[in-house]
């Protein structure tokens, strides 16, 4: 059973940055695609970013582009999701996730955090 541990969500005013972190408990066996997905309340869960298993691509949400980077810290076996010029609408919990390749759907995540909420205020 894969654990991913996420941290730094948290309360944080329009227009500041906070860092997530997804931590993979053990260490893995294969490389492995993770992404970050969110939900806000009354809304379906939708993709924010991913970074392949390779490290070579990465993809974000177009609400995103430019504000938010995902990257991968191998000596702390973690994929982390920088947030800058954060706005009210990125209210939500935030979901880290491993997959294959690259992880552009929910469907196709392999295991999930257990979400960290992150909350901006006007």
């Known amino acids: 059973q894969v654990r991913l541990i996420e941290s730094g969500g948290g309360l944080v005013q329009a227009g500041g940055s906070l860092r997530l972190s997804c931590a993979h408990a053990?260490?893995?066996?294969?490389?492995?695609?993770g992404a970050w997905f969110r939900q806000a309340p009354g809304k379906e869960r939708e993709f924010v970013a991913t970074i392949s298993y390779n490290n070579q691509i990465t993809h974000y949400a177009d609400s995103v582009k430019g504000r938010f980077t995902i990257s991968r810290d191998y000596a702390k076996n973690t994929v982390d999701l920088q947030m800058s010029n954060l706005k009210p609408e990125n209210t939500a919990v935030y979901y880290c996730a491993i997959g294959n390749t690259i992880l552009l759907s929910a469907e196709s995540a392999r295991a999930w955090g257990q979400g960290t909420q992150v909350t901006v205020s006007s």
């Open positions: 053990e260490r893995p066996s294969r490389p492995y695609a």
